[in-house]
T-cell receptor, first 114, second 113 residues
Framework: DADVTQTPRNRITKTGKRIMLECSQT?????MYWYRQDPGLGLRLIYY???????NKGEISDGYSVSRQAQAKFSLSLESAIPNQTALYFC?????????????FGPGTRLTVL | GDSVTQMEGPVTLSEEAFLTINCTYT??????LFWYVQYPGEGLQLLLK?????DKGSNKGFEATYRKETTSFHLEKGSVQVSDSAVYFC????????????FGQGTELSVKP
């Protein structure tokens, strides 16, 4: 089984709808991240969490919210989806506090907002 | 702020050709440097990393050396295979914002038989 899973893998929705993307991990890591990938732009950080009580905004948090329900679960919500939120979304985890630590990525959720 | 710049793709090579994907970075501190690979339809996987100047990361025949003097971390492989076709991302780990990764824009590699 994969260490980092994301659901759904694909989602098509309409403008104005509320959407939740879910991430679960079995690696036992405290640090979790949500990134967004757009063609030609690499990945950009939306939110990150050091533990269930510590959630922080990334560089492109506007229009998004998150919830860390448990160490293993980190959800991303779009309260009112808009077309320019169409993108590939990745969840990632990291074990420790060192910048040398590897991040482990989920398979991604492809979201289309019509 | 910190940033990463990669050579633009797509890059198309014949099997067994030599590969270089250029990556340069700007950072105020002493970042760690990473290459991640994304195969079609999959998430990102760590390919290799280097955590200090002059370190060489290597994996699966790929290599990259952390060059502080030229602020570069170029990815090389001596003989590519069709199975190496993927998108390659150079990234640095930022001490700010919880150790987030700052990514280059990605370079798509296509290897033809």
């Amino acid at each position: 089984d994969a260490d980092v899973t994301q659901t759904p893998r694909n989602r098509i929705t309409k403008t104005g709808k509320r959407i939740m993307l879910e991430c679960s991990q079995t690696k036992g890591h405290d640090r979790m991240y949500w990134y967004r990938q757009d063609p030609g732009l690499g990945l950009r950080l939306i939110y990150y969490s050091f533990d269930v009580k510590d959630i922080n905004k990334g560089e492109i948090s506007d229009g998004y919210s998150v919830s860390r329900q448990a160490q293993a679960k980190f959800s991303l919500s779009l309260e009112s989806a808009i077309p320019n939120q169409t993108a590939l979304y990745f969840c990632a985890t990291r074990a420790g506090t060192s910048v040398t630590d590897t991040q482990y990525f989920g398979p991604g959720t492809r979201l289309t907002v019509l | 702020g910190d940033s990463v710049t990669q050579m633009e793709g797509p890059v198309t090579l014949s099997e067994e050709a030599f590969l270089t994907i250029n990556c340069t970075y700007t950072a105020t501190g002493y970042p760690s440097l990473f290459w991640y690979v994304q195969y079609p339809g999959e998430g990102l996987q760590l390919l290799l990393k280097a955590t200090k100047a002059d370190d060489k990361g290597s994996n699966k025949g790929f290599e990259a050396t952390y060059r502080k003097e030229t602020t570069s971390f170029h990815l090389e492989k001596g003989s590519v295979q069709v199975s190496d076709s993927a998108v390659y991302f150079c990234a640095l780990s930022d001490h700010n914002q919880g150790g987030k990764l700052i990514f280059g824009q990605g370079t798509e590699l296509s290897v033809k038989p």
